[in-house]
């Protein structure tokens, strides 16, 4: 639809797939205006129009399992933007374990992040490394998800791989200016720690210097 897809439009858009998802004479344009609602409501940070048409969907015996799909995806999205990590794992499980697009290289990515939050970083370091195995066809989530990689071999303390991890990126990757951006900003992060490291470990005598280096090695908050 024009007003979704070219014209950015959500509001309109919005309103144009609840008037289809009423006049439709068949069940396949009414879970189409349904979806299309769902991805537009989304988009105007609707949570209730959201979550109404997301669960209409899953409702929906005429829906295939692509569009259930998106719909679990969705509230995949709602639960993580309200810090309902619990439900947002459950929702991006099921889109990995039923599709394989960029939706759900996106699903991966977030599934992945939601440990990192949680600081299990062992899970997380294992789950970013699988995603960009799994993602390998979408590199805007595979360039994403090497970042984040980078963010769990700092906090773990593994700096030299951490910086090895952005500056690979750096060399492969001249996709998304924003995400290009962000791993040169993290990068100098990084370095700037190796480099505070390197002048600690070359001072050993002077004292609380060693106390200051075990308080901020692990990147820990």
Same mark, same amino acid.
């Given at each position: 639809?024009?007003?979704?897809?070219?014209?950015?439009?959500?509001?309109?858009?919005?309103?144009?797939?609840?008037?289809?998802?009423?006049?439709?004479?068949?069940?396949?344009?009414?879970?189409?205006?349904?979806?299309?609602?769902?991805?537009?409501?989304?988009?105007?940070?609707?949570?209730?129009?959201?979550?109404?048409?997301?669960?209409?969907?899953?409702?929906?015996?005429?829906?295939?399992?692509?569009?259930?799909?998106?719909?679990?995806?969705? &509230?995949?999205? *709602?639960?993580? %933007?309200?810090? #309902?990590?619990?439900? @947002?794992?459950? /929702?991006? +499980?099921?889109?990995?374990?039923?599709?394989?697009?960029?939706?759900?290289?996106?699903?991966?990515?977030?599934?992945?992040?939601?440990?990192?939050?949680?600081?299990?970083?062992?899970?997380?370091?294992?789950?970013?490394?699988?995603?960009?195995?799994?993602?390998?066809?979408?590199?805007?989530?595979?360039?994403?998800?090497?970042?984040? &990689?980078?963010? *769990?071999?700092? %906090?773990?303390? #593994?700096?030299?791989? @951490?910086?090895? /991890?952005? +500056?690979?990126?750096?060399?492969?990757?001249?996709?998304?200016?924003?995400?290009?951006?962000?791993?040169?900003?993290?990068?100098?992060?990084?370095?700037?720690?190796?480099?505070?490291?390197?002048?600690?470990?070359?001072?050993?005598?002077?004292?609380?210097?060693?106390?200051?280096?075990?308080?901020?090695?692990?990147?820990?908050?």
């Amino acid at each position: 639809m024009i007003a979704y897809n070219s014209l950015q439009d959500f509001q309109r858009a919005y309103r144009l797939f609840v008037q289809l998802e009423r006049a439709a004479d068949t069940e396949e344009v009414r879970v189409d205006a349904q979806v299309g609602a769902l991805r537009a409501a989304y988009r105007l940070n609707d949570t209730r129009a959201t979550e109404e048409y997301a669960a209409k969907i899953a409702r929906n015996p005429a829906a295939p399992s692509d569009q259930q799909t998106t719909a679990n995806f969705y &509230l995949g999205k *709602i639960a993580y %933007d309200r810090n #309902d990590y619990t439900t @947002a794992k459950t /929702a991006f +499980e099921q889109v990995m374990a039923t599709s394989d697009d960029e939706q759900t290289a996106e699903a991966r990515y977030l599934h992945t992040n939601i440990y990192y939050i949680q600081r299990d970083l062992d899970n997380a370091q294992r789950l970013a490394l699988e995603a960009n195995k799994e993602s390998s066809g979408y590199p805007y989530w595979v360039a994403k998800t090497v970042i984040l &990689l980078s963010d *769990i071999l700092k %906090d773990k303390g #593994d700096i030299y791989n @951490a910086r090895a /991890a952005l +500056e690979a990126l750096l060399e492969n990757y001249d996709g998304d200016a924003a995400v290009v951006a962000e791993a040169r900003q993290k990068l100098v992060i990084v370095q700037n720690q190796l480099d505070g490291t390197s002048r600690l470990n070359t001072q050993p005598n002077q004292p609380g210097r060693y106390l200051e280096l075990d308080n901020s090695g692990g990147g820990r908050n």
